[in-house]
């Protein structure tokens, strides 16, 4: 507050005023307390109009300033009625009324609601607070006239002036009851704005009625008594724009009012019987007060009926919390709907406790037994109100706004089925459970601040009450979910077991076909170490690299290794580097079909290496895992190959020395023969859908001939040779002739040497 530049600007002017009035009479005691008077007014002032130091402000800043202004204005009236009688403080006096009257207008239509969706309803209009202050200008600027220049304004009647002064008086407390009865018919469907429209409201007529009054019975002279009343109302007003409690607003002007009614022509009178009969002034005074204190003990029962519907909504409330404390959950249902239904003489029916987990409605028929039937409440509802302060949504404010927002009138539609009122939801911690409809009864009035908040309060009570029932049921229907979901999961993971199981055997069963040739004829003492040194470093996991001679058959023998492996269910893929679209790096870059990535559960194989650039050798070696699956083919091993600068030094790192070196076909003789017979039954089955076979001197052949091109020359020459055989084995002529030495087919089979000897 002490940060305010608004309060030292006023503060200024208030110490102006009762300075100017201590030298215009330092004698005069009463002079002397307006240097306390009026700053010390100014400061309560200025501390009761700030913003709360904890919690949300619910004030417009807007309001808040004008409240400001409103009580500078008493200040500085209030030191210039208490100056010495003249002109500059009769001014000075005008001045404070005359800023705080529009500005009190301005914090009345400034008036901030609690929220809700009626708020976005709200138009603010300033034509009371211009209007107001016009009037007060002309008042002002004939009393400042006659302090600047009074030879100018020395042939005008005073009367004038003081007329003026009555008249924007007059004037400014009747702009305030229609501004506040306006404020009250528009905006009374916002939560908190009634209320504060309502105390404005009363409180000027209780002002004006108070000045008047003063006036007629020569309290003071009319001139300052009407103006004093203005002064009032503006205060009044002030106050209750700014005020965040309308619901102790509501019950003070209850009480007020109720006052007001009852002693009022009491008072009147005693004070007329008092004029006329100033000898029993005293006997008057006793019996007015003994009159004011009965009064005073029908002040609470008439306050009531002075309450919306006549204080019945808030009785009925005030049952319905004290029955939801009932022990029993099921009994403070039955209890609280029952209150209901004979406290507002509804239809059983009307008033319900809606399950929003179970989708039903609790009822109580009218011998009060409670009934639980199926019904569905919208959840559109549900949003709406809780999008409400209190979480409260009264069924007049959804037909109030539905012009504006036609989706809210089906849900008119249905409160006005089912005769409601209000519709209250109830929560269980941060969950709603449910929702309490109240009943209409009959009441087309929109719902008062304080019985938003004693709805509140049951709808918590219901809460507690209903919340275990909830809980049980939402536990069982997610239990039910867990488990529809668990069935759906395990379904889910048999499928994609087995779809993994059929993917494995289909990976398995190519890989056994591919390593086939590498198994058929494996016994010669090279190929037998050579299959169990492959089957050796398959269990290793780690990269291989196989040495070949040209024409040896690679991917049989990477086969062997894959199925040694961990990863035999896997993808065995064959990239041969001698194929320019396998090159460039990009196709080994991170993307989804590349090689690295598509073998990356099974084993890369890798034929002829060392073609491939130097930067897609780098990018492998460096993006390779240290354990990955993969099968380099090579002329020659890594050590020669980095020497000769034919595989960079990477992808040698990461190969390592575990190196197979692959057996020549010459080095397995032992194996030309099964070998031969394999490939030619093959061969024959495709030419003549019988299987080839092999003479003995064919066989002699194929063991005298050395083979330098391997398995691969083997196949050609056995294809060549099945070709020109008419026959249904293979003769060393036709082989000694696609080979090209006819000297072979000369040559004695050793076993028939043998046996000459």
């Known amino acids: 507050m002490w940060r305010e530049r608004s309060l030292w600007v006023a503060m200024a002017a208030v110490l102006y005023v009762a300075v100017a009035a201590l030298r215009a009479a330092p004698n005069a005691p009463i002079v002397w307390t307006s240097l306390v008077v009026g700053p010390l007014c100014l400061i309560l002032g200025f501390r009761a109009v700030a913003s709360p130091a904890y919690g949300v402000d619910r004030i417009e800043p807007a309001a808040r300033s004008a409240a400001r202004v409103t009580v500078a204005g008493l200040a500085i009236a209030l030191v210039g009625d208490l100056a010495p009688v003249g002109p500059a403080f009769q001014a000075a006096k005008t001045l404070g009324v005359a800023l705080a009257c529009p500005a009190s207008l301005v914090a009345l239509v400034r008036v901030s ?15 009371a607070a211009v209007l107001c202050a016009v009037m007060w200008t002309v008042a002002l600027g004939l009393t400042g006239a006659r302090v600047m220049a009074p030879q100018r304004l020395a042939s005008l009647d005073p009367v004038i002036i003081d007329y003026a002064v009555v008249a924007a008086s007059l004037a400014s407390i009747g702009i305030t009851l229609v501004a506040a009865f306006q404020l009250y018919v528009q905006r009374r469907f916002e939560l908190g704005v009634a209320e504060r429209a309502a105390a404005a409201l009363w409180l000027a007529v209780l002002c004006l009625a108070l000045g008047v009054f003063a006036a007629l019975l020569s309290v003071a002279s009319p001139e300052r008594s009407v103006q004093d009343a203005a002064l009032a109302t503006a205060l009044c007003v002030g106050a209750s724009s700014i005020s965040q409690q309308p619901t102790r607003i509501s019950r003070i002007l209850r009480t007020a009012v109720a006052v007001t009614m009852l002693c009022a022509p009491l008072v009147c009178v005693a004070v007329v019987v008092a004029y006329k009969a100033p000898t029993h002034a005293g006997l008057i005074l006793f019996v007015v007060t003994i009159a004011a204190a009965s009064m005073g003990l029908l002040t609470p029962k008439v306050a009531h009926r002075l309450a919306p519907e006549r204080g019945v909504w808030l009785r009925v409330l005030d049952d319905a919390i004290v029955a939801a404390k009932e022990p029993d959950p099921r009994q403070a249902v039955i209890a609280v709907l029952t209150v ?28 009060g037994y409670l009934h639980t039937e199926s019904a569905q409440f919208p959840q559109r509802l549900v949003e709406i109100a809780e999008q409400e302060p209190e979480r409260v949504l009264s069924t007049e404010t959804l037909r109030y706004i539905r012009v504006q927002r036609p989706a809210v009138r089906e849900l008119v539609g249905w409160l006005d089925a089912r005769a409601a009122g209000a519709t209250a939801l109830v929560f269980d911690e941060e969950v709603c459970v449910g929702a309490l409809v109240w009943p209409a009864a009959g009441r087309t009035a929109p719902l008062a601040y304080e019985e938003v908040v004693l709805l509140r309060r049951l709808a918590d009570h219901l809460g507690t009450a209903t919340g275990a029932a909830a809980q049980l049921a939402r536990s069982r229907a997610r239990e039910l979910e867990a488990e529809t979901a668990m069935a759906r999961a395990e379904a889910q993971v048999s499928e994609l077991t087995d779809a993994i199981e059929r993917s494995g055997l289909r990976q398995r069963a190519l890989s056994e076909h591919l390593a086939r040739p590498a198994q058929v004829a494996s016994y010669s003492p090279a190929a037998q170490t050579a299959h169990l040194e492959a089957e050796r470093l398959g269990q290793g996991g780690l990269p291989v690299t196989l040495v070949a001679p040209p024409g040896v058959d690679t991917v049989c023998w990477a086969a062997v290794i894959h199925l040694a492996s961990a990863r035999q269910d896997g993808t065995l893929l064959v990239v041969d580097a001698t194929v320019p679209s396998e090159q460039p790096l990009e196709r080994w870059s991170e993307r989804s079909d590349s090689p690295l990535q598509v073998a990356r559960e099974g084993t890369l194989v890798i034929l002829d290496a060392h073609v491939l650039p130097a930067e897609t050798q780098r990018y492998i070696g460096s993006a390779l895992a240290s354990d990955a699956g993969i099968v380099v083919v090579l002329p020659s091993t890594v050590d020669a190959m980095v020497a000769a600068e034919l595989i960079d030094e990477h992808l040698a790192d990461r190969l390592g020395d575990r190196a197979l070196v692959l057996p020549l076909l010459a080095q397995r003789a032992e194996d030309l023969r099964a070998l031969a017979l394999h490939k030619l039954s093959r061969i024959g089955v495709r030419l003549r859908a019988r299987p080839f076979g092999l003479s003995l001197a064919a066989q002699q052949v194929l063991n005298e001939y050395a083979w330098p091109g391997n398995e691969a020359e083997l196949e050609a020459v056995l294809v060549r040779a099945a070709l020109k055989t008419e026959g249904d084995a293979v003769d060393a002529e036709q082989l000694a002739e696609v080979i090209g030495d006819p000297s072979l087919a000369e040559t004695e089979p050793k076993w028939a040497a043998g046996s000459g000897s």
């Open 113 to 127: 609601s609690l929220g809700g969706i009626a708020a976005s309803q709200r138009r603010v209009r300033y034509e």
């Open 340 to 367: 209901i239904r004979d406290g507002l003489s509804a239809d059983p029916d009307a008033g319900a406790l809606h399950r929003i987990a179970t989708s039903d409605r609790l009822v109580v028929d009218r011998a």
